[in-house]
């Protein structure tokens, strides 16, 4: 490992915003480490990386398996580089209503979007405690902090994740590591939007939805914050957002 690189590490780095975030830290000098649970799928990201003169390494990895989480972070922190900066980006965002809610949904749902939010927190904490620094950033939603029919699965997993942000926030804040959480709240420019929402996605000409890109530019600015006024939670919406 060479100690005067620092890397990042995105779990969760899909094609829209995940992938925007490990291109713009990257983009920075920073080693880009980005998961999925298929590596097939992450391969188009790590090859635009190092197409634009960055580092990136791409790992399958399970995010609700401890096991994985603890070998993933050990992996890197030892044979890439420090991690510097993590990003918890899963989504696991479904509707059912409640009476179709199955224990097996809201199970797997809580999985994806919390329990695997807090294995990595965990383990990229242990690693930056001794080093006094380090931002650990989770992607929230609007589901974070207001639930709403047909999204209870969700919003609990979503209600807890931010429940361990702040928690972290307030545990590792004196020790020097920033802890952020980000309210996603609107429609992102993605495939799924444009395939299923095309009404919503027109309204990328006026910029009515949220940009990966942009979303991106506010990780890097959270991670860039002096400590003097750190940000623990940032909501970013579309201008045309109502709310």
């Known amino acids: 490992m060479d100690a005067s690189r ?10 829209a915003t995940g992938g925007a975030i490990a291109r713009r830290f990257a983009r920075e000098g920073l080693v880009a480490c980005v998961t999925r649970r298929s590596a097939d799928k992450l391969a188009p990201l790590v090859a635009q990386i190092q197409a634009d003169g960055g580092e990136a390494h791409g790992f399958a990895s399970d995010a609700r398996k401890e096991l994985d989480v603890e070998t993933l972070v050990a992996h890197i922190e030892r044979e890439i580089a420090p991690i510097e900066v993590a990003v918890f980006n899963i989504g696991a965002n479904v509707r059912f209503g409640i009476a179709e809610t199955t224990e097996r949904v809201y199970r797997k749902v809580w999985e994806m979007g919390a329990l695997a939010g807090f294995l990595m927190g965990r383990e990229v904490a242990k690693a930056m ?4 620094r380090g931002t650990i950033i989770f992607t929230g939603a609007t589901a ?24 972290m926030a307030r545990e590792l804040g004196p020790q020097g590591i920033h802890v952020a959480h980000v309210v996603i709240d609107g429609a992102i420019d993605t495939r799924f ?3 299923n929402f095309p009404e919503r996605y027109a309204l990328k000409e ?19 914050q002096d400590k003097s006024a ?14």
């Open 6 to 15: 620092n890397a990042v590490l995105v779990v969760g780095a899909g094609d």
């Open 129 to 132: 405690l001794p080093r006094g």
């Open 144 to 167: 974070s902090v207001r639930g709403s029919a047909g999204f209870a699965a969700f919003a609990g997993a979503k209600h807890a994740l931010r429940a361990l942000a702040q928690s």
């Open 193 to 195: 939007i444009a395939e």
């Open 206 to 224: 006026q910029a009515g939805i949220l940009s990966p890109e942009a979303i991106a530019d506010n990780y890097w600015n959270l991670h860039r």
């Open 230 to 243: 750190w940000t623990h939670e940032l909501d970013l919406r579309p201008w045309l957002e109502g709310w």
